[in-house]
């Protein structure tokens, strides 16, 4: 069958709009009306008038896209899609967690799950960390959920101590500098990229930090020519179509130079694009009080992303 066809077709009849992550597979990318961050993926879900997203991602941006567009169907390819991020900091764990500092503000990473959304404060994304933290003033006490590293990064960037919750991306965390070493000496005139998630030993010899968007612009902007990138492997497909001209190495998660890629974010298939859109299932379902609850805090992340002019 060819996939790509019949989806489109789908995609027609049924009203959809397909959106991606950067991290898919790149056959994905290229059927995508829209590809991009989490934070991008939210402000095209929550300006959506369509019948049917198809989010061609993980389980928490299905669940973004619901929450912003509650009255949209909102199809997840697979639903064992998830995120070793959100699964790192459970609900009841949180909770016990903000209740042993009552007196501050809750910043949570995108990456959580809708639970963990309804009792944050504002939410915010490897984008926007910095300018959300910043909007709150200098005595302000936070706790940043669940990435100990961005949380880390942001400190150090606005000066802030907020109180970290002890989760990491499995993808990012896994690291090392070693293997980014290797590679600058293999290639002396490379840069090196790294995505805030990262450790911060990487981040302090990275010629830039940033976003998955903000790695995609500083590459196709900058002069040098190769680069090695510290993040998941998706994101090379996106870079070599915006700089065809250059060479980009992604870091290896291991000593057998293994992709550094997300099995989460893997699991999505055209075939699973097709079935998911012709049977319009498997569909994100949450009830009515943790749409509304977890809606505040991303509402209030959009608002400071405009205010900013962070798109």
């Not at 996939?3 to 959809?16: D, P, S, V």
């Not at 500083?218 to 996106?238: C, M, N, P, W």
Request: charged share 25%.
């Amino acid at each position: 069958m060819d996939y790509k066809k019949e989806i489109l077709k789908l995609k027609k009849a049924k009203n959809a709009l397909i959106l991606a992550h950067y991290y898919q597979v790149d056959e994905i990318q290229d059927i995508a009306d829209f590809v991009g961050d989490s934070l991008a993926l939210s402000q095209k879900a929550a300006n959506a008038d369509v019948d049917i997203i198809l989010f061609a991602g993980v389980h928490f941006m299905a669940e973004t896209a619901k929450i912003l567009n509650p009255d949209t169907k909102v199809l997840l390819p697979d639903m064992e899609a998830g995120c070793s991020l959100a699964d790192s900091c459970p609900y009841d764990d949180f909770v016990a967690f903000k209740n042993k500092y009552p007196d501050h503000v809750v910043v949570s990473y995108i990456n959580t799950t809708a639970a963990i959304k309804t009792v944050s404060d504002v939410i915010c994304t490897s984008g926007n960390a910095v300018q959300i933290v910043e909007s709150f003033p200098k005595n302000q006490k936070i706790i940043f959920a669940p990435d100990r590293n961005l949380g880390g990064y942001v400190n150090r960037m606005t000066g802030r101590n907020m109180v970290l919750w002890n989760g990491t991306c499995e993808v990012h965390d896994i690291l090392t500098t070693e293997a980014i070493l290797k590679l600058k000496e293999e290639n002396p005139d490379a840069k090196v990229v790294a995505h805030p998630e990262c450790q911060q030993q990487i981040l302090e010899i990275a010629d830039y930090v940033g976003s998955t968007t903000g790695l995609l612009n500083f590459t196709r902007t900058d002069s040098a020519k190769k680069y090695i990138v510290a993040t998941e492997s998706g994101i090379l497909h996106q870079m070599y179509l915006d700089s065809p001209d250059k060479k980009f190495m992604v870091v290896p998660s291991d000593e057998s130079c293994s992709c550094n890629d997300c099995p989460y974010m893997k699991l999505n298939t055209m075939e699973k694009l097709y079935f998911a859109l012709k049977n319009e299932k498997p569909a994100i379902t949450m009830d009515k009080q943790t749409i509304e609850l977890a809606r505040r805090p991303i509402e209030r992340m959009l608002e400071i992303s405009k205010k900013h002019k962070i798109i």
